[in-house]
């Protein structure tokens, strides 16, 4: 481990909305959505899973470990934060999404609301 990883946790790989959205079609990723229940029903990333960045810690074991997980928030900055939980907790394929939704929507990549 090194010093990085002992003073701040693992580092959080990151996959760009393009890529996520390849991973998506292919059924290769499971989407996890952390925002608040507003955001999210105002408009998620069809399939997405939902769990609020407050409830991730009751909601680790429920999490798929067989499959890479993309976690996603508003911009990019909590999803980082909601990785490295993942990732303490020993799951090995974690990504944040850079630029969040608001990048998923600039793409204009389909988005589910409700």
Not at 3 to 20: A, M, N, S
């Amino acid at each position: 481990m090194s010093w990085w990883e002992r003073l701040f946790g693992p580092k959080v790989p990151t996959k760009e909305v393009e890529d996520v959205a390849a991973a998506l079609r292919q059924r290769q990723v499971v989407i996890l959505d952390i925002r608040d229940e507003r955001s999210y029903r105002e408009g998620h990333i069809v399939g997405a899973r939902h769990v609020s960045l407050h409830r991730l810690p009751e909601a680790v074991g429920d999490l798929p470990r067989d499959v890479p997980i993309v976690v996603v928030c508003r911009s990019g900055n909590q999803s980082r934060s909601a990785a490295k939980r993942l990732l303490k907790a020993g799951y090995t394929e974690v990504y944040s999404m850079n630029g969040g939704m608001r990048a998923w929507t600039r793409a204009g990549l389909p988005v589910e609301r409700g």
